[in-house]
């Protein structure tokens, strides 16, 4: 029934990430040390010099002659402080434009680098200085916003020291910098998702897996309609990722999982972990066995500190969570993708060559009524929607009962066509939900609903206006976008400078979506009222819908859209324009 033009050798090759002994081959300055080029500069500084430059990188037998900064993947940890100006020259030597965008920071649009929106770009040959004062701590980062440079390397991490010491202090510092690496160009990739969506999705449902799932459902005859349910809608419960490590070699700090990155400790010493999924289109689950994490952080911004056992990190997120290891041991920090097709994996120990037991694989999610739209299920937010504050969507929870509605901008359920496949019936608030797949599982995993700012917003006006957005596509045919359109069929989303908006996504589809506003806050409407977590980038649960609020406080233009970058490119983007 499949035909995959892949050949089995290849399949067998790289279907999962453990390796065959292949060597990371990192640039001397990054092999000169095991924690490769992960580390924190000692000190902070405003003055950077950074080279794009093209570097023969070769990663779990992978060559890639990858656009990277100052010879490195990830590149350099850029180190800077709350309050001072930075001034960063970025120089291209390679045969084609780049850019560098600033992932979660504050700025003048002209400052944040999308070519075509906010400057020209940088031309071959070419230097352009970025200069910004910075307003706010924490871990973000930085990524090329040219062509598919972000996705074969062009990346880095960024710690921004705060004007007042972290709440808990920390004895290591480490950046945990989680991506994907292959040889497969993505153009091609591209390609071939167009030709065929499930290109790079092996593991359908098959006759050996009825017995399983017909268990799941009560009765083989269940189990049988509920097949035939998805193959009428032309759809599969087992779309979980469109690129999965078939190709992909998932990297921590730029490592392999054979070559295991590793940061040290000394047993009882508290390890602040920043955790930035610089990915292209890999969600990762993300837990350390033995070990329970304090997430203190969530993009760049304090949140109460909640205790999880595990987290799911979107496309573009950041956390920051703390641990204390007690015993005199290796522990294993075990970054699993979404779709269970691989692992990144990297290690906390006493000393070097320690190695904690790499857990099994946890089963793949498969998609349920719930992921298509079609209302609730024994859901974990079933619970947590009697909480007195919340009601669906987040709407009017925030507002005091004298605040007048805000305006509605509705453009009505999308229509069903060749931009859009389904429209979610009755789209839940799932942000009580970890996620598909990590529900019941014994573990404590974070939610949406855990994060509570440590402070007040600082603006207190509720929304005059209320944008409603529907994540819409074609798996098929591998189109995304906003509305059952294309960006390139689509206008721009215009805020007045000064402007209290809502934002409120429906997601018709049935894959998550990491939306990413830039140089706009997205304060997440999760019930905890005023305490609101500010975010750059929110993951869309599939047959969900989730409001946020936005202050237009910087004019410009602004790029809003999809950070799964294939996503991205073919059509979930638009301009936000403030003025
Ligand atoms: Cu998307």
Redesign the pocket.
Known sequence: MLKHPISSSRITRRQFVTGLGATTLLPNAARATPLGNSNIPAVSSNQWDLRIQRSKITLDGKTLNAPCVNGTVPGPVLRWKEGETVSLTITNTLKEDTSIHWHGIRLPSQMDGVPGLSFYGIPPGQKFTYTFPVQQSGTYWYHSHSNMQEAIGLYGAIIIDPLTPDPIPCERDYVIFLGEWTDAMPDDIISNLKMQSDYYNFRQRTLASLPKEAQHAGSTSAALKDRLMWSRMNMAATDISDVTGIVYTYTLNGHAPDTNWTGLFRPGERIRLRFINGAAMTFFDVRIPGLEMLVVQADGNNVEPVPVDEFRIGVAETYDVIVQPKDNRAYTLFAQSEDRTGYARGTLAPALRMSGIIPPMDPRPVRTMVDMGMGHMDMPSMSTMKMPSMNMGGMAMNMPPSSPSPIVEDPGPPPLNVENQNIAQAPIDRTGSPGDGLEHNGRRVLTYKHLRALRPGTDPRPPSREIILH?TGNMERYI?GFNGRKYSESGPIRLHKGERVRFTLINDTM?E??IHLHGLWSELENGHGEYRPYKHTLISQPGSRMSYLVTADVPGMWAYH?H?LY??DLG?FRTVIVS
């Open positions: 994540l995304w894959m979506h990491p999809c799964l996503h991205m979930m």
